[in-house]
């Protein structure tokens, strides 16, 4: 019923610039709050930003003052741009949203498929 899809994942050398969209579609009625997530091979799923519906963002600080989250309520899709990629990025890079749904009262959490970036030389 509702579906997020990421983009702008892929391979980067150190020191480059990538950034992800996702976007949200479906009987949405509202979104709260949206962020962004990384899973390494043999890690721990981790939080790296998120931001609340009224623009107030949180973000790891393994990657402040290198990452930016933001949103745009209209277009239901929220971005993560990141700069200064080190090889330890590399994760696959999971878009979250807590939903609340049409003609229902309550928010659910929606997960996106992941989008693999690669920071290697």
């Known amino acids: 019923q509702v579906q997020l899809v990421e983009s702008g994942g892929g391979l980067v050398q150190p020191g480059g610039s990538l950034r992800l969209s996702c976007a949200a579609s479906?009987?949405?009625?509202?979104?709260?709050?949206m962020g962004w997530y990384r899973q390494a091979p043999g890690k721990e799923r981790e939080l790296v930003a998120v931001i609340t519906i009224g623009g107030s963002t949180s973000t790891a600080d393994s990657v402040k003052g290198r990452f930016t989250i933001s949103r745009d309520n209209a277009k239901l899709t929220v971005y993560l741009q990141m700069n200064s990629l080190k090889p330890e990025d590399t994760a696959v890079y999971y878009c979250?949203?807590?939903?609340?749904?049409?003609?229902?009262?309550?928010?659910?959490?929606?997960w996106g498929q992941g989008t693999q970036v690669t920071v290697s030389s």
């Open positions: 979250h949203a807590d939903v609340r749904v049409r003609y229902d009262t309550h928010y659910v959490d929606y």
């Open positions: 479906g009987s949405i009625f509202s979104i709260n709050t």
